[in-house]
């Protein structure tokens, strides 16, 4: 298996979608905007007929002078000039809102889903691939498309436009200025498949050197105490200054592809202006053309130099957008595969479970469950118990969908896998507070709930202290703002659970927070929560465990003993020990 200079196998790095795949998911987009797609075509073919009705009037006028046709075929010349100059510019004005509108709609769309898509990657799996990588596609790769969409993309679809209508301009006056014009193409067909073969695999590669080099400074910066108390300085600083000379090769070559294939571009240029210049001399002298015709000819050719070197140009700068689109598909289209949507079980549902042949582990390291099995009934509320490193929380992050087993399969409803954010719900100890009021911190876990529906979910859960602030949901926390406790952190994420409809719920010691005087208060909450779904509770307190349907008591990864409170306490077994400890605190 080849391996990264991160050391990251070549398997467990997050996916990169093929042309094919690329192609689809920017049909899919824009072919939801298709009557705004085709208004905008319409508009830059506009643009591009007006355009060229400038150089058109040029040799107009220079006939008129060349004839001494008067002042006022003058005058009507040059009012038609600049009235085609004034139509370009409005034109253009209008093509650029409207492709405006078109670009950043659908990259928001497309910002949306791989936010989504990176939200709802599993943890081991991020830490398999690295967070240099994510990191490098959310950012680099998405900065990459919105140039693309916003300058690139326009300034292609113009430059196609014009040349197509050029040609046609210089058939029209004369077939012989159109065919010279073509012997350019066979120069700029070499020059561009020549640069494609070879820039292509430069521009990926440089992507991934990019997010390798990320990850070394990741985790140099995130490990510098431990870094500098194993005295490894250096070895880092070397492994950083590789992986950037590695960068800083690709870009030299990809400088030395580009700068060859711009100068074919300007021998094109240069054969191809001179055949003009040729063609429109014996013309005039046989007197096939006016000495207008032939200026408004060279004028045409003059006017596809820009256009041409933006379109093979930004071939250049589309590659390297799509190289990065490929990557932004290829993080979607990897949460696509984990879960059809259509499988998802709906919000507020309560799914039956069943886990078969299961084999779930972290990293590198010995599975913590293997073969395991386990059914659960829709509604049926199930607590795990055990010592530390039994498995409860492996088996319930796999339950929960945040944790890729390595084997088997966890089906809810006999046909759904288990996805955290849709049909299923992890709170854990560890929890977040985001920058924000109290109320945008809740939404995040329904965001069409109103403001009645807020304060109606932090009276459920007796979060009182929320509206005994100054400004109640409306208060400011987080960085920089109100800092709330280890135990009200919590408390704003059972609020967040009873708010979100997910169908199987996964509560991972989320009363832990609580202390002595608000346990009871937690485990309310906790409780009020499972009612109507599917849950299962890895139990900070034995009380939690005693309110379950079911009790697994879990040790080695395998489940020892299972049953309800009462029957468990009356077999006298694990539990039964475990319960008499608890009691006797």
């Given amino acids: 298996m080849s391996e990264s200079t991160t050391g990251v196998p070549a398997a467990d790095r997050l996916p990169i979608a093929d042309g094919r795949s690329t192609w689809h998911h ?26 060229l009705a400038i150089p058109a009037l040029l040799g107009v006028i220079v006939d008129v002078v060349s004839a001494q046709r008067g002042s006022q075929a003058l005058l009507n010349s040059l009012g038609l000039l600049f009235l085609a100059a004034l139509a370009t510019g409005i034109l253009t004005g209008i093509s650029q809102v409207l492709l405006a509108k078109l670009g950043q709609s659908g990259l928001a769309q497309l910002r949306e889903e791989v936010f989504e898509s990176a939200m709802e990657l599993p943890q081991e799996r991020l830490e398999r691939a690295g967070s240099g990588d994510l990191i490098s596609r959310v950012s680099r790769d998405v900065d990459a498309t919105n140039e693309a969409i916003g300058g690139i993309l326009p300034t292609f679809i113009s430059a196609l436009f014009t040349i197509a209508l050029t040609l046609l301009g210089l058939g029209v006056l004369d077939w012989r200025f159109a065919a010279v014009t073509l012997l350019c193409v066979p120069i700029h067909a070499l020059a561009l498949r020549s640069f494609l073969r070879r820039s292509g695999p430069i521009y990926r590669a440089m992507r991934v050197a990019e997010a390798e080099r990320g990850q070394h400074l990741l985790e140099a ?79 045409f050719f003059h006017r596809l130099f820009g256009p041409i070197g933006a379109l093979l140009a930004n071939v250049d700068e589309l590659q390297k957008a799509g190289a990065g689109l490929a990557r932004l598909v290829g993080l979607i289209d990897s949460d696509r595969e984990r879960q059809d949507p259509a499988a998802v079980t709906h919000p507020g549902s309560a799914p039956g479970v069943v886990v078969s042949g299961l084999s779930a582990g972290y990293q590198d390291a010995p599975a913590v469950i293997t073969d395991f099995e386990l059914s659960i009934a829709p509604g049926e509320l199930v607590a795990l118990v055990g010592s530390s490193g ?177 029957a468990l306490l009356t077999a006298g077994g694990t539990y039964a020990s475990l319960w008499a400890a608890w009691s006797a605190r």
């Fill in 26 to 51: 920017v049909i899919r987009i824009f072919g939801a905007r298709r009557w705004l797609v085709a208004l905008t075509a319409f508009t830059l073919l506009c643009v591009a007929v007006t355009g």
């Fill in 221 to 299: 910066t995130g490990g510098a105490d431990t870094i500098r108390a194993l005295g490894v300085e250096q070895h880092h600083v070397s492994t950083v200054a590789a992986s950037s000379r590695g960068a800083v090769a690709l870009m030299l070559k990809a400088v030395v592809v580009s700068s060859r294939f711009y100068g074919w571009l300007n021998m094109a240029e240069l054969l191809g202006m001179a055949a003009i210049l040729s063609t429109g001399f014996f013309l005039v002298r046989a007197d096939a053309v006016t000495i207008g015709a032939a200026t408004a000819a060279a004028l």
């Fill in 390 to 566: 039994a498995g409860k929380t492996t088996l319930a992050r796999v339950l929960a969908g945040s944790l890729e087993p390595g084997a088997g399969t966890v089906l809810l409803d006999a046909s759904a896998a288990p996805r955290l954010g849709h049909s299923t719900l992890l709170v854990s100890q560890e929890v977040h507070v985001f920058s924000g009021t109290i109320a945008e911190n809740l939404l995040l876990a329904a965001p069409t709930s109103t403001a009645e529906e807020l304060i109606q979910a932090v009276l459920e859960a007796e979060a009182h202290w929320v509206m005994a602030l100054p400004e109640g949901l409306e208060t400011m926390v987080g960085h920089g703002a109100l800092q709330l406790t280890g135990e009200q952190s919590q408390h704003l994420a059972l609020v967040r659970a009873l708010l979100n409809r997910a169908g199987l719920v996964v509560l991972d010691e989320a009363t832990a927070e609580g202390g002595s005087a608000s346990a009871a208060l937690m485990e309310r909450v906790a409780l009020r929560i499972t009612r109507g779904r599917t849950a299962v509770v890895v139990a900070h307190r034995l009380s939690q465990a005693a309110q379950a349907d079911r009790i697994l008591v879990m040790e080695d990864g395998r489940i020892v003993e299972q049953g309800s409170h009462n």
